[in-house]
């Protein structure tokens, strides 16, 4: 899509399970999240689950602003690091939003080179593993790059049952670049899928921001990608839609039985021993 807005105007309801992403690239400037929630209140619908990269925010933002009616929030804020020029660099940080009728099990926050929220939820009977990513391109050096790779692979080692992974990565799939490669084939070597393929930073044509899933043969999954206004963000927003979130193995197993006539058995079974005699 274009804009929000011819987003907003061709998907008129959401029926099913939605995650929506974006690096919003900052919002410490708080009309930035105002503008936000108001692209947000012309849809006639919610998203489920709304991931918010590189949101800039320190520990000691006051988190009650960014508060959302409706929802949970998860905050990861990430220190002070120096940049590949030696600089003391802020930035980073992350949010994840969870509509409060969703049963969150547990979360988890991890920030380093990069910001992560783990969350384990529970929709419509299913359990899932959600897992949000911020990894700035400030973080290209190898030892970064490879430090977060590894995470994925232990979230992913330690997982069993569907795993939705979303972020911005910086790692372009388009390329086939040593880190490109070693990441595709981390996901792929799990049995996932990166489901989205238009490009999410239209300045630099990559794609960068990932959806990543492990179901991707067992539902209808539908990925939108839209550009933003430039002064919002340069990356586009990714929503993606699942349908049938419940797992196969969780519906009610059905089964017929009809009612057995006794004294009709015995007579086959008198009469078939008669046959068998003869």
């Keep these: 899509y274009k804009s929000f807005t011819s987003f907003r105007n061709k998907i008129s309801k959401l029926e099913q399970f939605s995650i929506m992403q974006i690096n919003i690239r900052g919002i410490n400037d708080y009309t930035k999240f105002e503008k936000f929630k108001l692209m947000l209140s012309t849809l006639k619908y919610k998203f489920d689950i709304m991931i918010l990269g590189e949101t800039k925010l320190k520990a000691t933002s006051p988190k009650s602003l960014y508060n959302l009616p409706g929802y949970d929030m998860y905050m990861s804020c990430r220190k002070s690091y120096k940049s590949s020029k030696g600089k003391l660099v802020g930035g980073g940080g992350l949010i994840v939003y969870v509509k409060k009728e969703i049963i969150v099990i547990k979360h988890e926050t991890f920030s380093s080179s990069f910001d992560k929220i783990r969350l384990d939820i529970c929709q419509n009977k299913q359990k899932m593993k959600i897992l949000g990513y911020y990894r700035p391109p400030e973080s290209q050096k190898i030892k970064n790059i490879d430090e977060f790779i590894d995470d994925v692979e232990e979230e992913l080692m330690d997982s069993t ?30 049995d996932m899928q990166i489901i989205n393929n238009n490009i999410t930073r239209d300045i630099s044509e990559k794609i960068i921001d990932h959806v990543t899933v492990n179901f991707y043969d067992s539902c209808h999954i539908a990925v939108h990608t839209m550009s933003l206004d430039k002064n919002f963000s340069d990356h586009n927003m990714i929503v993606t839609s699942i349908e049938d979130m419940e797992a196969a193995n969780d519906k009610p197993e059905v089964r017929t039985y009809n009612i057995l006539d006794y004294e009709m058995l015995n007579d086959i079974i008198h009469n078939s021993q008669k046959l068998k005699d003869i």
């Design 161 to 190: 049952g569907r795993i939705i992974l979303v972020g911005d990565i910086n790692i372009d799939i388009s390329e086939n670049t040593k880190h490109t490669i070693k990441y595709k084939n981390l996901i792929h070597g799990y």
